[in-house]
């Protein structure tokens, strides 16, 4: 008699339980919102603490050209020459006007401008959750949010994010998105959107070089999301007519042997050697993807790029299978190709890279830190894909197992990828973040302190300290930083001029002496 008793406490405890998971379960559906927002905002505001603890006002590298923009602004004459003047490959107009606002209003405080990015980063997250949402077709939810903000947010590319200049790779990507969006998202409108999306496509293009591929990729959009109609062919024609209003300027007066490169490398450092060498073209392009997975920057010098080949390899093939795949199934679950965007305008940027730079060495491609901002970019719609493909856990009898059993494999492989990634990312980060700082305040020490520092010995240090390169660009010597000193700018700000002007001038490089400048390092003028 006692059996059945048991059997009936059985039953009922599993009934308990089922019924406990149906309220967890419909707890989390009733405020999913609330969850999905929450999600949302835990990597921005983490990303926000990461720059506010690592970032400081310290004028480096290309942030330096800035100051003659400045200088004049704040003297009252500035000239539109100034502004549209070429930067190596690139015209920047757009990253100069904000630098001169941010000269005009803050003297130039490269510690604001560091959050003005960081919060251009975070505009395009919002984008890229309401792009995901259209595309998925359905409601997000908290995990599917964290881990694209996981990505999105990566410490990988921990040079980019303390690093004012970089504004210009920040604001093709932010332009990119809301390209996209203006041409997926919106279902009524149509030609109020159009016309964002071309003023996007403008300020992409006015931002640095590598903008101008939002053209092409906008052609995509509207051949692709609507049948060819009339409508269609009007926009594809304003389209094109725009691009060639925004490319014909760019290109007048348009010097192409000035590349990124100093004057030093240059011969190595142009697209005639990528063309020329093909091969070593293609492995600087998928060594380029690999350091999605980081390394090197200010770390040891690294001694073999087996990993990045083989994960370069593995993301490009991936990223070609869903290019392929959304093309096949473009009338059908792929009529909004946002992976297949996110993956071509990734492999564009590095692309025009790997073309102007492969004649360098292939740490060249690990070292630039700021490079990996596309390949994160790229794994994002990577992600996105495999998101949206998830097969269901339970299958009927007439699914296809073998083939579901196939992609379950491939996305715990993802899966796995994206593990590494943020974990290594993570650690990476942290420590080049700090080695960063430490670096930029040696430079702010020694730009405040330059006076303190024997005349013989001044240019070898900046070269040093200041640049650390093959070679000092034109638009940077000692009167750049007395300008900078005279304007109050950067690091001579009142108060960071006094702090760093009590900590004195950093100890002398070993590669400078009192008996003059080395002659592998070229010297300054005055």
Known sequence: MTEPAVLSTEQSDGGSSSDDKGKLVSWLSRHNTILTAAAACVLPILYLLFVDHYAINVLQFDDWSTVTLVNSAVHGHLSLGQIWDQYYESRVPLVRAIFVFFGRIGRLDTRSVVFFCAFVAIAAYGVVLALFRRYLGRRLTPIPVLVIGLIWFSLADVQLALFAWQLSLYLPVFFFVVMVFAFIAPSTRRWLWFAVA???????????????????????????????????????AVWIGAALVTVAPYLWGYNFNNNGCQAAISVRCSSVVGLQHPVRAFRYFIILIGNVIPGGYLGAPLRSFDRFELVGLVVFVTAAFIVIQSWRYRASRERIPLPLLFIV?????????????????????VNNNRYIISNLVLLTGIVMYGWAHMPPFRLRADDHRSQARWTWCALVALAILVIVQVVVATGFGLDNARKDREMLSNQ????????????????????????????????????????????????????????????GPPALSPLCTTAGTPSNVPTQPG
Request: include cysteine; aromatic fraction near 12%.
């Open 444 to 503: 702010a020490r020694l730009a405040v302190n330059l006076d303190r520092v024997p005349a013989e010995d001044r240019a070898c240090e900046i070269h040093v300290v200041l640049w650390d390169d093959v070679g000092v660009p034109p638009w940077f010597s000692q009167s750049t930083i007395r300008t900078a000193a005279a304007d109050k700018l950067g690091q001579f700000q009142s108060s960071s001029y006094r702090f760093y002007r009590k900590l």
């Open 198 to 236: 071309v003023v996007a496509a403008l300020a992409g293009s006015l931002s640095f070089f590598q903008g101008v591929i939002l053209w092409p990729l906008g052609a995509i959009c509207i051949l692709w999301c609507q049948p060819w109609a009339r409508r269609a062919r009007i926009e594809i």
């Open 345 to 365: 305008f990734s492999l564009l940027v590095d692309g025009t890279i790997a073309l102007g730079r492969s004649g360098l060495s292939y740490a060249d491609a």
